[in-house]
């Protein structure tokens, strides 16, 4: 019995409840058999029909049809309770071409991995120079081409800790789950990291797998995590009721 509960509401029209509750099982299995054993944390998930009372303690993760916010297709931000909670937009999935289960598996994974979205990592290759790296495990591998399959249900790629680890020479340890990566901090072809220069003044911008950072907003799965770094705590907002 793992310490995290994650509750799983479906509030979409373009998916059945038996859609989704035929999902959970394979993200359950990601959670406890893949991502567990690496990250060291692990989670019960569980499915909340329409009209349930969540339970208080829950973590949530609500799919739902289309965004409610511009450009993102799956983000984070706080249950009723206070929790966290990941939302998956599954009609603005399917109208993109990308598979709604994957979305499901990196928000839910990005969310155990840093629930608060206030870990990074400072790489500081000189005296002068700086990069802190937002801590978020899917994002530089999140192209539904470099995920895997559990029981014919698509699921994200992760990263390991060992992809925040500058130390790490090319080659010398695994990187990531489908073993894509070959390299700390290497971005594979459609993914991104959010990455602040503390010596350019520009703030938190995306890195892209061509190594150069934009501001534009992605034509692909994106969320507001990195958005939220920007904002001071008290400027969060609680979700409405999602059940």
């Not at 993109?96 to 840093?114: F, K, P, Q």
């Not at 790489?123 to 014919?152: L, M």
């Not at 190594?211 to 534009?216: C, H, Q």
Request: aromatic share 12%.
């Amino acid at each position: 019995m793992a310490f995290i509960k994650v509750e799983i509401t479906n509030q979409s029209t373009v998916l059945t409840d038996v859609q989704v509750q035929t999902a959970i099982p394979a993200l359950q299995t990601q959670v406890h058999r893949d991502f567990a054993p690496i990250w060291g944390i692990d989670a019960d998930l569980s499915f909340l029909p329409k009209g349930t009372a969540s339970t208080p303690s829950a973590w949530m993760l609500g799919i739902f049809d289309n965004s409610d916010q511009s450009g993102a297709l799956g983000y984070h931000e706080l249950s009723p309770q206070g929790n966290p909670l990941a939302k998956v937009f599954a009609g603005s999935d399917m109208q993109v071409g990308l598979n709604w289960t994957v979305t499901a598996s990196h928000e839910l994974l990005e969310m155990m991995a840093d629930p608060s979205i206030d870990l990074t990592v400072f790489v500081q290759p000189n005296s002068s120079t700086g990069t802190i790296f937002a801590y978020e495990v899917c994002d530089s591998c999140e192209s539904d081409s470099f995920g895997y399959s559990i029981n014919g249900i698509a699921v994200s790629d992760f990263v390991f800790p060992s992809w925040f680890e500058s130390f790490r020479s090319a080659g010398s340890t695994q990187f990531d789950y489908a073993n894509k990566i070959t390299k700390p901090f290497e971005i594979l072809s459609g993914g991104y990291i959010g990455a602040f220069d503390v010596t350019s003044g520009s703030g938190w911008q995306q890195i892209t797998s061509t190594g150069m950072p934009t501001k534009e907003a992605f034509k692909v799965r994106m969320d507001s995590r990195m958005e939220r770094r920007k904002l001071p705590r008290d400027k969060w907002r609680r979700s409405s009721p999602i059940s």
